[in-house]
């Protein structure tokens, strides 16, 4: 009866992860500013392992994109020439994943303020935050947080991820809407749907008519698969 409940309740979680986000390798590295080289890379050693599909094809979710950028933010060189820090060790990382999971929390959720209970301070530092407290992995709590905005863009070698909620003024990204695409805010309408229009050779006018919005969200759609397509090309 044990072994059932738990096959639900992972099919479940499966069932919610893929509805949240549903992105291939591309996509994935594309969307979380991490080269695809490195997704691949942590997928095969157990580090972000894809929610969606752990093996041919690889499918990351919405969250995952989170586990790749808080990874990604911790493994590299932070500061600056006056006061640099170290990345994290990965048997840090790995232990602050360890930790999320020992205690039933994921990485990312909307249920949770700011989306997620795991943060990161400025010089590395992981935290782990709960309905109660704030504490790092040894169980201290921080005397100045000054949190990295995991859901903003982001940099990192091979090209800047966008910001996983607003990526430009008209166009958002919602877990559950269009699989965790970039859409039109207030809309189902992709920007991967008007990009691919104006590679047709439609003007921006054009596809605005079509589909009863301004020029310049169409322009913003465009502007955004680019700077994707250049990450993917990067990765």
Known sequence: MRDTRHVAKRAYKLVIAASEGCYDA??????????KSTIYYW?????????????????????DLMALRVVSWLRHPKGDEQEPRPGSPMREVRKALAELDAQGLDLW???????????????????IRTADDVHDL?????LD?????LLGP???IGGDGPDLIAP???LRIVPARVAGEPHVAGSRLTTLSLAA????????????????VEAIVVDEAIDLERQLAGIRTAA
């Open 43 to 63: 997928a095969s050693h157990e580090v972000v392992v894809p929610s969606v599909s752990p093996v041919r094809e690889m499918l990351w979710s919405y969250a």
């Open 26 to 35: 591309g996509r994935a590295a594309a969307l979380s500013g991490v080269p």
């Open 154 to 156: 982001f940099d990192c």
């Open 109 to 127: 959720s909307q249920e949770m303020v700011d989306g997620s209970p795991l943060v990161v301070d400025r010089s590395g530092r992981i935290h």
């Open 145 to 149: 947080p000054d949190w990295l905005d």
């Open 138 to 142: 040894r169980g201290q709590s921080p």
């Open 197 to 212: 229009l104006a590679d047709r050779g439609m003007s921006a006018d054009r596809i605005a008519g079509m589909y009863d």
């Open 168 to 170: 430009r003024q008209h």
